[in-house]
Structures are given as structure tokens and as C-alpha cells.
């Protein structure tokens, strides 16, 4: 009676364990995938900045 109380606890325990290790890919991948725009941003801005410091230049 007690070990089949233990093992449902069990059960439960683990499944929030996987819940948890589920929300924390997705937070990461999301992490990822914001800090892969961000860098992308910043290349477009280096670019664009070299683009127009090359226009003042050749007047």
C-alpha cells in the first residue's frame, strides 16, 4: 500500500522533472535564436556604417 504511494510521488516527481528540463531547451533555444538575430542585426549595422563612411569618402 505505501510503495504503491511512493512510486505515483515518484512518478509525479519525474514528470515535473521533465516538464522542467522541457521549459528550459526552449528558453535556451529561444536564447539562441534572439542572440543569432541580435548578432545578425549588429553585422547589418557594421555594413550599413562601412557603406556610408565609403560614400563620404568618394564624395
Known amino acids: 500500500r505505501r510503495s504503491k504511494k ?3 510521488e515518484r ?3 519525474e514528470e515535473e522533472e521533465e516538464e522542467e528540463e522541457e521549459r528550459r531547451r526552449k528558453k535556451k533555444k529561444k536564447d ?3 542572440r ?4 545578425k542585426e549588429e553585422e547589418e549595422r557594421k555594413k550599413k556604417k562601412k557603406e556610408r563612411k ?4 568618394n564624395g
Do not use: G, S, T
Not at 54 to 57: D, L, T
Open 54 to 57: 565609403k560614400e563620404e569618402e
Open 32 to 34: 539562441e535564436e534572439r
Open 6 to 8: 511512493k512510486k505515483k
Open 11 to 13: 512518478k509525479k516527481e
Open 36 to 39: 543569432r538575430k541580435m548578432k
